[in-house]
Antibody
């Protein structure tokens, strides 16, 4: 069964860092481009970052709202995609989801709360 | 960047009704459009890809149409489990912009 499992969320103070992980199983992870999305409380969905497969260069893209603060990366040997989040702001508070870039596979989400 | 305008933001309907949701892109995205369903506390579920292709396992009462800048999502004969929030999402420019969402509620 195909599955994505996020981890690493929690409560963090503004300005601090957090790294989210998303472990895949049940499909050939290395063949897939992967993305992170987020959803602030009571709000809609927002794309955060994507990373292409190594076959397609492994290039990345980040939303303007997180560019320069967040970095997406992947470790195909561990079927894991990461989101390094630095200089966190209160507005980054959200449930963060990883998904394959086709939108078919989604994780259950991990909650990040940025608060002093 | 491409902007996605989804309407209406909320919709009241009854079981058995037919409902339609619209999504307009600020520029031509060909057919690079997904439709998702999201229920409270859950991840989105992909229903329609490439504007009109029904994802495997999704009931045939769901449908999508359109290309270029104007898209439509339809549910025929609403079922109780269909009351949820629906989002369009473009992927023409790899920025994966979503519409604002449509909350479908029971009348």
């Amino acid at each position: 069964e195909e599955q994505l499992v996020e981890s690493g969320g929690g409560l963090v103070q503004p300005g601090r860092s957090l790294r989210l992980s998303c472990r895949a199983s049940g499909f050939t992870f290395g063949d897939y481009a992967m993305s992170w999305f987020r959803q602030a409380p009571g709000k809609g969905l927002e794309w955060v970052a994507f990373i292409r497969s190594k076959t397609h260069g492994g290039t990345t893209g980040h939303a303007a709202s997180v560019k320069g603060r967040f970095t997406i990366s992947r470790d195909d040997s561990n079927s894991t995609v990461y989101l390094q989040m630095n200089s966190l702001k209160i507005d980054d508070t959200a449930v963060y989801y990883c998904a394959d870039s086709s939108g078919y596979y989604w994780g259950q989400g991990t909650r990040v709360t940025v608060s002093s | 960047d491409i902007q996605m305008t989804q309407s209406p933001s909320s919709l009241y309907a009854s079981v058995g009704d037919r409902v339609t949701i619209s999504c307009q892109a600020s520029q031509d995205i060909k057919n690079y459009l997904n439709w998702y369903q999201q229920k409270p506390g859950k991840a989105p579920k992909l229903l329609i890809y490439h504007a009109s292709n029904l994802e495997t396992g999704v009931p045939s009462r769901f449908g999508g149409s359109g290309s270029g800048t104007d898209f439509t999502f339809t549910i025929n004969s609403l079922q109780p489990e269909d009351f949820a929030t629906y989002y369009c999402q473009e992927y023409g420019d790899l920025l994966y912009t979503f519409g604002q969402g449509t909350k479908l509620e029971i009348k």
